[in-house]
Structure formats: structure tokens, C-alpha cells
């Protein structure tokens, strides 16, 4: 008798495999926006309701993808009800389009060069970053235990963001000469 793998085993599998990735894809779709976790656990929810409609042998990070850019969609959809946070919708489309396919390669180099350029920051700042997004604290909350406006605090996070942000495409970069070298 041979040990043929049960479907729901290998769908776990391939799920818990590409987390990394997939966590990357949404984030890259909806950066900065405090529902971006619930996101990536409402694509893991459907992956495994719709678990039965993957067929073996396809690319399973492109169906989840698939599967999590309609997720999005449909987030900034509820969120322009939400008058705080309105994201025009030609802004929406270009995240769309920039959201780079990654791969677990590319995932792996993006996020080395994002714990170097954090290493980089200086503490104070690395502590902002760290309560905001490890410890999933909200602006305001932080704001409070730092002693700052809100409205400071949120345009503070923004410079630290695309400081980072053009750190971590400088690593790649600069990776990526090297290897074609």
C-alpha cells in the first residue's frame, strides 16, 4: 500500500510555506495600513475554504496571490466607507499594477535588507518601527507612550518608512550588481 499524501496535508504545507511570501504581496499592496495582517489571515482562511479547488501540480503562489489580490480589493472597497482613511482609487490601481510576483528568493533578499536598514536606524527610531509594526501597537498608542501628537507621529513614521524603503531598495540593488558580477 502506498502512502499517497492527503490533500488538506499538502494544501497546510504549501501554505505554511509561502507565508513569507504572501504576507510580502499584501503588504506591498497595502503598506502602511493597519489591516494588512487581517488580510493575509483572511486569504489563509479562504485558501483552505477553497482548498478544494487547487489542483495539484499548478502554482499554488499564484492562486493564493490571485486569491489575496481580490482579498485587497475588496478591503480598500470596505475601507472607503471608513471617512478616516479614503485611498483614491488610481492610487489603489498603481499599487495594484507595482506589486511585484516575489519570490521566495526575492522575499528572502527584501527582508535581510530590511533588518540591515533597521539595524541602521537610529534607536529611537527603531523603537517607533518596533511598537508600531512587531509589537502591532497603533499610532495613537504609540503617540501616547512616546509623548507625541498623533498627526506628528504618523508624519514621523512616514520619513522612517520611505527612508527605509529606499535603504532596502539601495541593498537590493546593489545585490543585484554584485550577483550579475
Not at 35 to 60: C, H, M, P, Y
Not at 100 to 105: A, C, G, H, Q, R
Request: proline share 3%.
Amino acid at each position: 500500500m502506498t502512502n499517497v499524501p492527503d490533500i488538506e496535508q499538502i494544501i497546510v504545507q504549501l501554505l505554511e510555506s509561502h507565508q513569507v511570501a504572501l504576507n510580502a504581496f499584501v503588504l506591498s499592496m497595502m503598506p502602511g495600513n493597519p489591516n494588512a495582517n487581517d488580510v493575509v489571515q483572511e486569504v489563509n482562511v479562504l485558501v483552505w475554504e477553497k482548498r478544494s479547488e487547487f489542483q495539484i501540480g499548478t502554482n499554488f503562489k499564484d492562486w493564493i496571490f490571485a486569491i489575496a489580490k481580490f482579498r485587497v480589493l475588496a478591503a480598500w472597497r470596505d475601507e472607503k466607507r471608513n471617512p478616516v482613511l479614503v485611498v483614491p482609487e488610481k492610487m489603489l490601481i498603481k499599487l495594484m499594477e507595482g506589486a511585484v510576483e516575489f519570490s521566495e528568493s526575492d522575499t528572502d533578499i527584501r527582508q535581510d535588507a530590511l533588518k540591515e536598514c533597521i539595524l541602521q536606524l537610529p534607536n529611537k527610531e527603531r523603537i517607533l518601527i518596533f511598537s508600531r509594526y512587531m509589537e502591532g501597537q497603533t499610532i495613537q498608542q504609540v503617540a501616547d507612550v512616546v509623548g507625541r501628537k498623533a498627526e506628528s507621529l504618523k508624519r514621523m513614521m512616514h520619513r522612517i518608512r520611505l527612508s527605509l524603503r529606499s535603504c532596502v531598495l539601495s541593498k537590493i540593488n546593489v545585490r543585484k550588481v554584485q550577483d550579475e558580477s
